[in-house]
């Protein structure tokens, strides 16, 4: 395997419903790879873009949940988290004081969340709504504005909050957040009926916690991943096949686990049988995911399970409670 990094995917290079490989952008300006199978992983779903498939979005205007929230992260050290955490308990008025007039001051006050040592703050960043992850004016806006905010709070923070005196900037993120932009028209879609209903897909590539404890766990069938109008391009990550309910958990870190690691093991199944990803065989499939320890809840090497029936295996719910991120 040869790793490259620093280089930007640019083009699908496509021939008919085949994608032969992509070109990417580097300091060594265009230079094309060739693949028997291309793996979209850009959370984005650039490459689908680029080779003109349809896709599915909400509109910028339209999203105004979480989903559609662009923010970045910053970490602070030279904190006493302790004095903050002793302040927040022992006088309660007080600290609902400093956090309205921070609103006040800040426009919108941003809450620290403890790090790994006393002298390390985490603010997971203002939530910034209205703007489109895919278009560079928006994101642009965005790092600047977000940055703004960091340098006013750091500002505010120093000068009202117990424990935040010598606090200083040790990092802002190095990637902007962005949780949704386009998804992927997938052989299947995955969608709220099929969790409601507790299918279990035939050619299952592992299971997601549901978002509430009355749903059975989720059943991700391979067909989610496989582009509808390509048959070499697997889109795994949170941009895979679904409805914007489904996108609400299955863009979470694990779930990305989930469907990056059966997309490569599926890639990998297509180009030594030199077959199309979309012809990859869910029983073999299944059959090296269960080997390399991914629970399934359909037999491993079996084409035939069938989808549907009673829930069975462990329950690993997340409660509707369980905050968005
Ligand atoms: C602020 C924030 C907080 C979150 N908190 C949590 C949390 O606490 N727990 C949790 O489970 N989930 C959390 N999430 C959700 C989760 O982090 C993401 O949905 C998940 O990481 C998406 O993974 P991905 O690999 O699909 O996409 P991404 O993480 O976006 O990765 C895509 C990668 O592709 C690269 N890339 C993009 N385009 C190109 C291109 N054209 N060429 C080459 N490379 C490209 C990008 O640089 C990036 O490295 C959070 C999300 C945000 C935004």
């Known amino acids: 395997m040869k790793l490259l990094l620093h280089s930007w995917a640019a083009e699908p290079l496509l021939d008919g419903r085949h994608v032969r490989g992509v070109t990417f952008e580097s300091k060594q300006g265009r230079r094309a790879i060739l693949a028997e199978v291309i793996i979209d992983a850009t959370g984005d779903l650039d490459l689908c873009a680029r080779a003109g498939l349809e896709f599915e979005a909400e509109t910028k205007a339209g999203g105004a949940g979480i989903a559609h929230c662009l923010n970045t992260g910053w970490l602070w050290a030279g904190v006493d988290f302790a004095r903050w955490i002793a302040f927040k308990r022992d006088d309660p008025a007080a600290y609902r004081q400093l956090m309205a007039d921070a609103g006040d001051a800040l426009d919108f006050a941003e809450r620290p969340v403890v790090g790994w040592s006393n ?16 278009d560079v004016s928006d994101l642009t806006r965005v790092e600047v504005e977000s940055r703004r905010r960091m340098v006013a709070h750091l500002d505010h923070f120093r000068r009202q909050a117990p424990g935040f005196e010598n606090a200083w900037l040790m990092l802002s993120a190095p990637q902007i957040g962005v949780r949704h932009t386009r998804r992927l028209l997938g052989r299947h879609r995955l969608t709220i009926d099929d969790w409601r209903e507790g299918i279990r897909h035939r050619d299952e590539i592992g299971v997601s916690p549901s978002p509430s404890q009355k749903f059975a766990n989720v059943s991700v069938p391979y067909r989610a991943l496989v582009a509808r109008d390509l048959d070499n391009l697997l889109a795994p990550g949170r941009h895979m096949s679904c409805d914007p309910q489904t996108q609400a958990f299955m863009r979470e870190i694990p779930q990305c686990w989930l469907t990056g690691q059966a997309a490569g093991v599926a890639a990998a199944l297509a180009a030594s049988g030199r077959i ?21 809840q359909v037999d491993a090497g079996s084409t035939t399970a069938m989808a549907g029936g009673p829930p069975r295996g462990p329950k690993v719910s997340i409660t509707a409670d369980t905050p968005a991120f």
Not at 277 to 295: I, K, M
């Open 276 to 296: 199309a990803a979309a012809d990859v065989d869910a029983g073999a499939l299944q059959a090296e995911l269960s080997r390399q320890g991914t629970y399934l």
């Open 119 to 134: 002298d390390v703050a985490l603010f997971l960043g203002p939530r910034l709504s209205g703007y489109s992850g895919v």
